[in-house]
């Protein structure tokens, strides 16, 4: 059971904004550590979405970003497209259990 | 680019072992860590193991109980996941990561694991 509480699933229209958060607790985001976010499409590997809380590799589009407060965290996608239906996950890291850990994982369907 | 590719997937018994490997091209192998990540079927992303860039440190996830072990070969630019005493519920997709600008910047596409009863 993860450490990270995602909501199962969330929804909208194109072109509409939509969040995903990504609850933790004061032994991982609250103690301070990143928050990453990956986007894993049908039938493929994750691909890397947001760093550092808030950051974007190359090739994302600024559409997708994060923010950190607290123990939790957020990934919000603006202006939403049907190529952005996916699984979407949370990632940092428990003092506690002394590892990586992931959120529960989040499905974006897009209506 | 960087490009990871897993094998050594397949079908095996409960309580056999199983290695794993990750070959790994594109990006200075020897100066990055990686880890391993697994899938379960319809299930979310857990955190298998992981090792340093030169080999000497190894973390794994506290719910293996000693039963995996996680090697590196630079030489080769390979790195290895060997699983032992595996049980039913090691049945997933097997993925290696790179460690780089976060501790899984780059996924390969993974290899399947089946532990049958």
């Known amino acids: 059971q993860s450490v990270l509480t995602q909501p199962p699933s969330v929804s909208g229209a194109p072109g509409q904004r939509v969040t995903i958060s990504c609850t933790g607790s004061?032994?991982?985001?609250?103690?301070?550590?990143?928050v990453h976010w990956f986007q894993q499409l049908p039938e493929t590997a994750p691909k890397l979405l947001v760093y550092?809380?808030?950051n974007r590799p190359s090739g994302v589009p600024d559409r997708f970003s994060g923010s950190k407060s607290g123990t939790s965290a957020s990934l919000a996608i603006t202006g939403l497209l049907a190529e952005d239906e996916a699984d979407y996950y949370c990632?940092?890291?428990?003092?506690?259990?002394?590892?990586?850990?992931f959120g529960t994982g989040t499905k974006v369907t897009v209506l | 680019q960087v490009h990871l590719v897993e094998s050594g997937g397949g079908v095996v018994q409960s309580g056999r072992s199983l290695r794993l490997s990750c070959a790994a091209s594109?990006?200075?192998?020897?100066?990055?860590?990686i880890h391993w990540v697994r899938q379960a079927p319809g299930k979310g992303l857990e955190w298998v193991a992981g090792?340093?860039?030169?080999?000497?440190?190894?973390f794994y996830a506290g719910s293996l109980m000693g039963r995996f072990t996680i090697s590196r070969d630079n030489s080769k630019n390979m790195a290895y996941l060997q699983m032992n005493s595996l049980r039913v519920e090691d049945t997933a997709v097997y993925s290696c990561?790179?460690?780089?600008?976060?501790?899984?910047?780059?996924w390969g596409q993974g290899t399947q694991v089946f532990v049958s009863s």
């Open positions: 990561a790179r460690d780089g600008v976060t501790p899984f910047d780059y």
């Open positions: 594109g990006f200075t192998f020897s100066r990055q860590g």
């Open positions: 090792i340093s860039h030169e080999g000497s440190n190894k």
């Open positions: 004061s032994s991982n985001i609250g103690a301070g550590y990143d």
């Open positions: 550092g809380n808030n």
């Open positions: 990632q940092s890291y428990d003092t506690s259990l002394i590892g990586y850990v």
